[in-house]
């Protein structure tokens, strides 16, 4: 079974920065699946945040661009999410996910709680 494993989250105040990281196990190969960060505020619907393709081209939620940043680590097989200035906004649980050959996986997600 594929087990995506979130780390990273916390409380950080208004302004502050954190890095989420997404293991990937070693049969889920870049190339084959599209890899993306979504997010789920208590008693709102889970938002899409981040998603790398799997040419390696990136989009981002409108509103999130400019501050956060998805990345990919080949050599550790982890996918990642800078989030800069973060805002009591971006209180959320953050899940990891990956997408392809008929599959969707996820991460059990990690909590980000940003205080004011």
């Known amino acids: 079974q594929v087990q995506l494993v979130e780390s990273g989250g916390g409380l950080v105040q208004t302004g502050g920065s954190l890095r989420l990281s997404c293991a990937v196990p070693?049969?889920?190969?870049?190339?084959?699946?599209?890899m993306a960060w979504y997010r789920q505020a208590p008693e709102n619907q889970r938002e899409l945040v981040a998603v790398?393709?799997?040419?390696?081209?990136?989009t981002y939620a409108d509103s999130l661009r400019g501050r956060f940043t998805i990345s990919r680590d080949n050599a550790h097989n982890t996918v990642n999410l800078q989030m800069n200035m973060l805002e009591p906004e971006d209180t959320a649980v953050y899940s990891c996910?990956?997408?392809?050959?008929?599959?969707?996986?996820w991460g059990k997600g990690t909590l980000v709680t940003v205080s004011s």
């Open positions: 070693a049969s889920i190969f870049f190339s084959h699946y599209t």
């Open positions: 790398m393709w799997t040419d390696g081209s990136i």
């Open positions: 996910n990956a997408r392809g050959h008929g599959a969707d996986y």
